[in-house]
C-alpha cells in the first residue's frame, strides 16, 4: 500500500466518524479520531487470509481493514444492513469473512479470544497470523499476562498491539499502571517487544510488518506499543476530563497532517490532489449514508437468532 493511500484511508475515518456524528441517531460510540494511524498501519501490514480482533474503539481499525463504510455505519445505527444485522453495534462488530474477527466491549476481553484465534491459525498451517489491538487499561487486567504465556509458550502467529492513547476513560496510565513503559510487560515472555510513535503511520506500520513477518514464519508472538492520543473525550457520552492545554499539545501531533505534510514536501501530494481525494471520500460518505438510512431497523425476532 502507497503512502497517499495510506492517507486516504486515515481521511476516510475522520469524515467517517464526522459523518456519523451528524445523525442525531448517533448512539453511544468510542471514536478513533486522532488514532487513525495505529488503525491503519496496523491494518496495512496484514495479508487477506489474516485476522484482527480489537477493542470497543472499532470504528477506525474496522473502516483500515476494508470493511463497507455504508455497512458499517448501518450496523453502529442498529440497521439490518449491518455486517451483524445491527445486533451487534459498535461494541462487537465482527465480519470475519474480511478479516476482522471482532471489536469487543470488555476491557482485554479480545485476549483470550484472539489467543484461540491464532491457535486454530497455527493449526490450520495457511501461514495467516492475527493481530490484537487493546487499549492502555487492558494492562492491568490479569488476562494479559496469561495470553502472552501461552502465546509465548506455543509460539504464536500473534501480534499485541496496545493502543496507549494515555487514557483509561479519565484515569492516566500513569496512574494506574506500574510500569512506565507498557511494551515491558513482554519482556518476562521472552516476546520481542517496541514502543512507537502512534501518531506516525509509517513508524506504525514499519514495526507491524516487522512483527507480521516474524510470526508468519513461525518465529512466535511479539507486542507493539503505539502511543497515540484521542482528539475526543472517551466516548459520546463521556465528559472531557483532560485540560485545554494538554488536548491543544495532542492535536499538534495529528497524524493526518503529519503524513500530509512529509507527501507534500516530496510532491507526491498537493492541493488538487488532496481535493480529489476529499471529494471522492465525500462522495463514498455520502453513498454510505443513504444506504444506512434506507437499511431497515431488524426484526424484534432477530435478538433471538443464534443465541443458545
Same mark, same amino acid.
Given at each position: 500500500?502507497?503512502?497517499?493511500? *495510506? ?12 459523518? =456519523? ?11 478513533? !479520531?486522532?488514532?487513525? @494511524?495505529? $488503525? ?5 501490514? *496484514?495479508?487477506? %487470509? ?6 470497543? +474503539?472499532?470504528? %477506525?481499525?474496522?473502516?483500515? +481493514? ?6 458499517? *455505519?448501518?450496523? =453502529?445505527? %442498529? ?14 462488530? !465482527? ?14 476481553? #479480545?485476549? @483470550? ?17 492475527? $493481530? ?8 492491568? @487486567? ?7 504465556? =501461552? ?12 493502543? #496507549?492513547?494515555?487514557? !483509561? ?17 513482554? @519482556?518476562?515472555f521472552q516476546i520481542p517487544a517496541s514502543t512507537v510513535d502512534g501518531m506516525d503511520v509509517l513508524e506504525v506500520n514499519a514495526a507491524m510488518t516487522e512483527a507480521a513477518g516474524r510470526a508468519r514464519s513461525g518465529g512466535g508472538p511479539a507486542f507493539i506499543e503505539c502511543c497515540s492520543f484521542r482528539f475526543f473525550p472517551h466516548s459520546t457520552l463521556t465528559r472531557e476530563t483532560r485540560g485545554p492545554e494538554e488536548i491543544a499539545r495532542g492535536r499538534a501531533h495529528c497524524p493526518i497532517r503529519m503524513l500530509e505534510d512529509r507527501l507534500r514536501?516530496? #510532491? ?21 449514508? +443513504?444506504? $444506512? ?16
Open positions: 500500500m502507497s503512502e497517499v493511500d *495510506l492517507l486516504r484511508q486515515m481521511m476516510l475515518i475522520r469524515a467517517f466518524e464526522r459523518e =456519523l456524528l451528524r445523525n442525531p441517531d448517533h448512539g453511544f460510540q468510542l471514536l478513533s !479520531s486522532g488514532e487513525e @494511524a495505529v $488503525a491503519v498501519g496496523v491494518c496495512a501490514g *496484514l495479508s487477506a %487470509g489474516d485476522m484482527i480482533l480489537t477493542s470497543g +474503539r472499532s470504528i %477506525g481499525p474496522a473502516l483500515a +481493514r476494508g470493511l463497507d463504510p455504508g455497512a458499517v *455505519l448501518a450496523e =453502529l445505527l %442498529g440497521k439490518a444492513g449491518g455486517p451483524c444485522r445491527g445486533r451487534a453495534g459498535r461494541g462487537h462488530l !465482527s465480519q470475519p469473512s474480511a478479516g476482522f474477527f471482532g471489536a469487543h466491549a470488555v476491557v482485554g476481553g #479480545n485476549l @483470550a479470544v484472539a489467543v484461540g484465534v491464532a491457535l486454530a491459525a497455527q493449526m490450520e498451517k495457511r501461514g495467516a497470523i492475527v $493481530a490484537c489491538m487493546f487499549g492502555d487499561g487492558a494492562c492491568g @487486567a490479569g488476562i494479559l499476562y496469561e495470553a502472552l504465556n =501461552l502465546a509465548s509458550t506455543w509460539k504464536l502467529p500473534l501480534v499485541f498491539v496496545c493502543d #496507549n492513547n494515555q487514557y !483509561s476513560i479519565s484515569t492516566a496510565a500513569s496512574s494506574a499502571l506500574a510500569m512506565r513503559t507498557l511494551s515491558d510487560v513482554a @519482556a518476562p514536501e516530496r #510532491n507526491e501530494v498537493d492541493d488538487a490532489i488532496l481535493a480529489r481525494m476529499t471529494g471522492e471520500i465525500d462522495d463514498e460518505l455520502a453513498a454510505a449514508s +443513504r444506504f $444506512a438510512e434506507a437499511s431497515p431497523h431488524p426484526d424484534p425476532e432477530e435478538a433471538l437468532r443464534e443465541v443458545e
